[in-house]
């Protein structure tokens, strides 16, 4: 006896929901705890002191003698930003450019990201930050009485890590603390980059199995992504077929057309 279109279409059903239900679980899970997170505490910010505003009577050397000096020593011809930072009590300009003769000429593919720190008042050039002078600009940002458990130096990240894609070298500074917070430091830039706690990384983790993109985190346009979403179409219409050919309505209304 031939199998009738309702036991194919119930079978697939059954099978795709069994294929699908983890992910939706996992889809559902982290949809409660985005919803439910304080986005604030998930950033660290409760952590996190108040950035120190910069006076407005501090007499400023001018920018462009900072980058002719810069420029006696280090091939430099495109500017990305330069902005004022606090470093330990000190002003600083905070200068940001690349070298795009060696793009233009074949030696490179992407432009190199020189760093560098100028006292704005004297315009004299300071050097990466030491491992001490890290963590006293993590513990100057850090609320309360911070308690340094490790130091960490970092000069490459996966694509997994908790500070990646973000600027290297670096400390990892990580405190005495209920929330387990990591503060990184960049050595180059002066400042600190990122606050990490548990409930960063639960988020993390989470969205991770919510975009199911296992290798950056952050990419939704991936194939595993968009294969389970169609998959999840077919699973709601085949839930649809086999209602209509479950339903004794449907049936008497096909007989009845026919």
């Known amino acids: 006896m031939a199998k009738s279109n309702h036991y194919y279409i119930r079978k ?15 889809w559902t899970i982290g949809g409660v705890y ?7 505490e998930v950033h660290g910010d409760p952590m996190k002191k108040q950035t120190p505003l910069i006076p407005s009577t501090i007499p400023l050397i001018s920018p462009s003698f900072v980058l002719n000096a810069i420029k006696q020593s280090h091939q430099f011809d495109s500017l990305i930003s330069i902005q004022l930072v606090d470093v330990l009590g000190i002003t600083y300009y905070q200068i940001r450019g690349t070298n795009t003769h060696n793009i233009q000429a074949g030696h490179q593919h992407k432009p190199q990201v020189l760093t560098f720190l100028a006292n704005a008042s004297t315009g004299q050039l300071r ?3 030491t491992k001490a002078e890290a963590i006293q ?14 130091v960490t130096y970092l000069t490459s ?3 997994h890590h908790e500070y990646r894609e973000s600027p290297l ?14 503060v990184y430091v960049s050595i180059e830039l002066g400042t600190v980059q990122k606050f ?5 990384r639960t988020f993390d983790f989470l969205w991770m199995l919510h975009t199911m993109d296992y290798e950056s985190r952050d990419n939704f346009g991936n194939w595993l992504l968009r294969g389970f979403s169609m998959l999840g179409l077919v699973t709601i219409l085949s839930g649809f077929l086999l209602f209509m050919y479950s339903s004794r309505s449907f049936k008497k209304w096909v007989r009845f057309i026919n």
């Open 127 to 129: 050097g990466q930050l």
């Open 34 to 40: 985005f919803s439910w997170s304080n986005i604030d």
């Open 196 to 200: 990490r706690n548990n409930r960063w």
């Open 169 to 182: 070298p670096a400390y990892a500074v990580s405190f005495k603390h209920p929330t387990h917070t990591t």
């Open 157 to 159: 990240t996966d694509n």
């Open 137 to 150: 600009v993590s513990k100057r940002v850090f609320n309360g009485s911070p308690i340094v458990t490790s």
């Open 12 to 26: 697939s059903h059954r099978w795709l929901g069994l294929l699908l239900g983890i992910q939706f679980l996992f």
